[in-house]
């Protein structure tokens, strides 16, 4: 970070900001509808096609419990018991009204009797498999989080148990069963995901923590930017290397950086989104001590003013601040009037272009939004960062400024 940076003492330092997210994103006339999980799906799947084999018969629905307890009922769209020693279901994934890549996604439980007892569980086509560490799950295994594993292990003892009762005792060599999670549109589904760059190749990931998606929450972002940095460490600490993180705003700016720093890893690059803060933490958590932030001008606005999560509910882009910034960098009193009262940060960009003061205000805003995420990874994580920012234009493509 530039020496020319605010002192840490000066009264005139932002405060550190970082609003909770909301319970929904969106103020709507009506109820926004739950969906489930891949985990939950492909519970339910998996004991439905374990009943199918223990009793001969197609199950067209099945009920499974949720992490919280709460018992929830699935409808099969198939159910296969014509092979000797076999049976297959199929859950339909119903995302309700979140936006998801894997809504409609066919979870597929494959279920297969074993010598010795015990469950195993299998990912097949479609279920990406883990080829880095960082994730919590064992390289060269299927991704299939650690809760859903949960879930799908207990839904099939349940059927197996519901079995033994039914028969009135149990087994006294109890057999093992093999149970395969697959689902066939999985490695087109993926190909919408951070998957691939996180080392899950081939499919998607079995995922969920309560089973239940909650429509339009971005908990999963947040999660999944944390994860990232996680991997990024992770693969670091192998190679003996510094780790560097370049926190993207979005798609364009990911694309804007990765010129920037044509040398770096792939996974050293993250869409952030609205979750600076969440990073930040993670850095300092895992030792990462060199950040940089390739963002427009409105992320680089909210930032600069201390507002460490920035979803568009919980913060404003507040352009007084680049108003007071026309001042510090010389600019005439009419023009940082006008700055200080535009409509957005993009307004506020197109009149320091105008007026010839893009790099020099667009440097001093940099400037002041290092400071902030330094500030805030003493202050708020207890651990030091060197922060680097770069401001590019809106095609994402262009650096404008960069400390």
Not at 345 to 364: F, I, K, M, S, T
Request: aromatic share 4%; hydrophobic share 45%; with cysteine.
């Amino acid at each position: 970070m530039s020496d020319a940076a605010p002192d840490e003492g000066s009264p005139d330092l932002p405060a550190l900001r970082e609003p909770d997210l909301p319970r929904t994103m969106k103020v709507r006339p009506k109820a926004l509808r739950p969906g489930w999980t891949t985990g939950a799906c492909a519970a339910a799947a998996a004991k439905a096609a374990t009943t199918a084999l223990l009793t001969g018969e197609p199950q067209t629905w099945t009920e499974i419990a949720l992490p919280s307890g709460r018992r929830v009922t699935f409808a099969t769209d198939r159910c296969d018991v014509s092979r000797p020693g076999r049976a297959e279901a199929v859950v339909v994934k119903d995302a309700g009204d979140d936006p998801d890549v894997t809504h409609g996604a066919h979870l597929t439980a494959t279920v297969s009797w074993l010598p010795a007892g015990g469950i195993q569980l299998d990912g097949g086509v479609g279920v990406g498999v883990v080829t880095k560490p960082g994730l919590g799950l064992e390289v060269g295994g299927p991704a299939i989080n650690p809760v859903p594993r949960s879930m799908i292990e207990a839904s099939v003892a349940e059927a197996l148990d519901a079995e033994a009762m039914r028969a009135g005792a149990l087994s006294a060599e109890p057999r093992g069963l093999r149970v395969v999670i697959s689902v066939p549109e999985g490695e087109v589904m993926a190909r919408k995901t951070t998957n691939a760059r996180l080392g899950i190749l081939g499919g998607i990931s079995i995922l969920g923590t309560t089973g239940i998606v909650r429509p339009f929450s971005t908990a999963a972002w947040r999660a999944s930017v944390e994860q990232a940095v996680s991997v990024l460490a992770a693969q670091a600490a192998e190679t003996s290397q510094d780790p560097v993180l370049v926190l993207c705003t979005g798609g364009r700016t990911e694309k804007g950086a990765m010129l920037l720093f044509p040398d770096l890893p792939e996974v050293s690059f993250v869409e952030v989104g609205d979750f600076t803060g969440a990073a930040l933490r993670r850095c300092v958590e895992h030792g990462v001590r060199r950040v940089v932030f390739v963002g427009m001008a409105g992320k680089l606005t909210k930032l600069g003013a201390g507002v460490l999560m920035t979803h568009y509910t919980r913060s404003k882009v507040d352009c007084s601040l680049l108003g007071e910034i026309t001042r510090a960098v010389g600019g005439p009193a009419d023009l940082a009037e006008t700055v200080g009262a535009a409509n957005t940060a993009r307004h506020a960009y197109e009149l320091w272009d105008a007026a010839g003061l893009l790099p020099v205000a667009g440097l001093e805003l940099c400037r002041r939004v290092a400071a902030v995420l330094e500030r805030f990874a003493a202050a708020e994580c207890g651990g030091a960062i060197s922060a680097e920012v770069a401001m590019v234009d809106f095609s994402g493509l262009e650096v404008v400024a960069r400390t």
